[in-house]
């Protein structure tokens, strides 16, 4: 087996994955190497997984609207082998020959930098290989569960974001720290499939804190009618776990101590690259790798190493991944070709990225918040709708929920940012994606004329709150 490629990939995640799929098709050889399973986090313990345990929650949700329909009991039990189903059984026999296919050498093991140019892969049956490439190196190791350093709480062994999306039983009672995605995503699964109590407990004022106020206002309103108790401004101070995996007391900053039978932690994320041998190359080890916009790392001279994906910290989504993975794979190849200058860049980062959080309701937006706007300079302006007040919302089910807001670059007549609330909003993003990363004049968007009725009318509705 040869040694040598031209690009070298550690991490088999989507942003792995796709940095080999184009370096390859740009000419070049590739070998990827992967300590755990090929697809990564988000085929096995992320993306897949938590919306295959949200979509009958989501689903059931849409039938209580619906006047004539009724819904029995959710089978857990078929939930969770249709999510077993969805990660392949934890199996990625499927994902090695779809590398193999492309084709790049798959490598099974730990990798390490190893000084310039050098990865060092400790095999799975304990061997060792020194890989070598000609062009470059490309960190694709993603990220871990971040555990916050509260007394008790590592050694109770919390849940995080792998053992919730894996879960063969839904707790009783189930604790939440944390108030971002993941949190509102999973304590959403849990307890629409079943769990009698589940607590957020949530250190800031707000849920989804990154988005617009009003998406984690509309969310904790429907959290608090499904019986979620969602404690905000409520820190954890210490956790007791006598017995491994038996019941947990949660005390808190506030108020009485909580007991519950498992708890989960979701408070944020750190770069895996504890243990890269980021040092042997100069860099600090256990931070995230800043890169440029070609996915270059800044810090290490003659441009030989790259990273994508969560471990540059630039947006912590598989699409944003996968995109910054194509990037970087045509990058290499144009480079190596010796188009040094390759006008390939990462430009989609800068507008904001994309994101849907799979809530009922759902949220999701692009782009900038009014606030982030403002901030940033920009002369802004929010326009805000009603997404009930939408003939086609209002058909989709009684009660439906939701709101809209825009916010517009009054200099330049383009929109900055798009935030949907509301069931099922998250197929809106994409248009609202092209309008922000196009920079569609709104007065060109007048002519882009939605379908009567769909919930898309709600672009006409905008666009006339802000005056055309
Ligand atoms: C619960 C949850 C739900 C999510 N849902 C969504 C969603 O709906 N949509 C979305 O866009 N994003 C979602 N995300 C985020 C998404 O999972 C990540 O952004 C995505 O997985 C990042 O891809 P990646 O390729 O950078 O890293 P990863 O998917 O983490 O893959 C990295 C790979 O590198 C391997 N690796 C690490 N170190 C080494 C090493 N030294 N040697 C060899 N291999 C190594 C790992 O084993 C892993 O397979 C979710 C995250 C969580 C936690
Ligand atoms: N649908 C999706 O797109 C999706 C779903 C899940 C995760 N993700 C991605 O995964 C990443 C990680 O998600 P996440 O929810 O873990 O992170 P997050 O950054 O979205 O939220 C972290 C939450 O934890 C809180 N927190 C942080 N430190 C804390 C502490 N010491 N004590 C108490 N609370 C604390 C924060 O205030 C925040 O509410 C996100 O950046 C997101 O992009 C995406």
């Not at 819904?71 to 199996?91: H, K, Q």
């Not at 555990?147 to 109770?156: D, I, K, R, Y």
Request: aromatic share 6%; with cysteine.
């Amino acid at each position: 087996m040869p040694d040598e490629f031209d690009v070298i990939v550690i991490g088999a995640g989507p942003a792995g994955e796709n940095v080999v799929d184009r370096a390859v098709r740009g000419g070049l050889t590739a070998a990827i190497v992967e300590e755990r399973l090929a697809g990564g986090e988000c085929a096995y313990w992320a993306c897949v997984p938590s919306k295959a345990l949200l979509r009958p929650v989501d689903l059931a949700g849409e039938v209580s609207r619906v006047p004539g329909l009724s819904l029995g009991e959710i089978d857990v039990a078929a939930v969770l082998a249709r999510r077993d189903e969805a990660v392949s059984r934890y199996d990625d026999g499927g994902q090695v020959r779809w590398i193999e296919g492309v084709p790049a050498e798959f490598v099974r093991g730990r990798g390490r930098l190893d000084g310039p140019k050098r990865v060092r892969v400790t095999l799975s049956d304990g061997g060792e290989r020194v890989l070598t490439a000609r062009q470059a190196v490309v960190l694709a190791t993603g990220s871990t569960a971040a555990v916050p350093p509260v007394p008790g709480l590592a050694e109770a062994k919390p849940w995080t974001s792998h053992e919730v999306t894996a879960a063969t039983a839904v707790p009783e009672r189930l604790a939440v720290i944390g108030g971002g995605v993941v949190a509102c995503e999973m304590a959403q699964a849990m307890h629409g499939l079943g769990a009698r109590t589940t607590t957020m407990l949530v250190r800031g004022g707000v849920l989804l804190g990154r988005m617009e106020p009003f998406a984690g206002e509309m969310v904790a309103e429907s959290f608090a009618e499904a019986g979620i108790d969602v404690r905000t401004n409520t820190g954890v101070v210490r956790v007791e776990r006598p017995e491994p995996g038996g019941k947990v007391t949660v005390h808190l900053s506030d108020g009485p101590p909580l007991e519950a039978d498992e708890l989960l932690v979701a408070t944020g994320r750190e770069p895996a690259t504890g243990d890269l041998g980021l040092s042997s190359v100069g860099l600090a080890d256990g931070a995230y790798v800043e890169v440029d916009d070609s996915m270059r790392a800044t810090g290490v001279p003659e441009g030989w190493l790259y990273a994508v994906g969560d471990v540059n910290g630039r947006a912590l989504l598989t699409h944003m991944g996968k995109y910054q993975a194509r990037v970087c794979g045509d990058v290499i190849a144009a480079r190596a070709g010796g188009d040094e200058l390759c006008a390939m860049r990462d430009l989609a980062d800068h507008y904001g990225a994309p994101q849907v959080v799979f809530t009922d309701p759902q949220v999701c937006a692009v782009g900038r918040t009014e606030e982030g706007a403002k901030k940033a300079g920009f002369h802004a302006r929010a326009v805000d709708y009603d997404l009930g007040s939408v003939t086609g919302a209002y058909l989709l089910g009684d009660g439906y929920r939701g709101r809209a807001r825009a916010v517009v670059d009054e200099d330049r007549r383009v929109l900055l940012g798009v935030t949907f609330v509301g069931p099922g909003v998250g197929e809106l993003l994409h248009a609202a994606t092209i309008a922000v990363t196009a920079e569609v004049p709104i007065d060109r968007l007048w002519h882009a004329v939605p379908s009567f009725p769909t919930v898309s009318e709600v672009w006409l509705r905008l666009l006339e709150a802000y005056g055309l």
